[in-house]
């Protein structure tokens, strides 16, 4: 069990900030959207008053020819400017913090901790993810390639790396109030199979709470 984490967060790692494909068609239950100047100016304006984030999550993971998704449970929390926290609860206690230049992961009590700076891949997800949060989504380039997609309550932005070992991400977030709702990473499929995914569905948000900072302490 211990392995099958370390294997499925390390994946999750690789995946969320590898790159991939362009999208061809319009995601189901959504339209092309034209408002990305507006959806950054208000996602930005509306992160600007947030310090602190904490929030129930539940993470799948899908892998082709696997008969059943593996299916995790447990709480976010985000500090700015830096810090990121996932404490899995169900149906194993772990932990992966990310701090600075430092990523810690905790398994069956023991900890093992990894220097971001060493290791591209985990630094630029890192970035994203602290980006998403404080509202700083990244500019399309020659790197990554972004699309705005809208239904009547929802944005969905397709985020599209150019290189490696992802197909696509997917952020959903709530029009109301810009509440990240989910993060979806897509792998490219592989011959003969359908792509694997790993998918953070987030509930009970809370902005702006107290969150002591030994959650995100690392050594």
Known sequence: MKNLFKNITVGVIAMMMSVGSVFAEVPAGFKASSDMQKFRT?????????????????QVKHISGMTKDIEQTGEFSFKKDDKLSLEYKKPMVSQIVMNGSKIKMVSGGRSSIIDANSNPVIANLKKMMSDCLSGQLPESSKDIKLDLYENDSQYLVYVTPKNGRADHMEVVVAKNDYTILSFKMVEKPKANKGSDYTMFTFSNMKRNVAIDDAIFKVQ
């Open 42 to 58: 208000d996602m930005l304006s509306t992160a600007k008053s947030m310090t602190t984030m904490k929030s129930d999550f539940v």
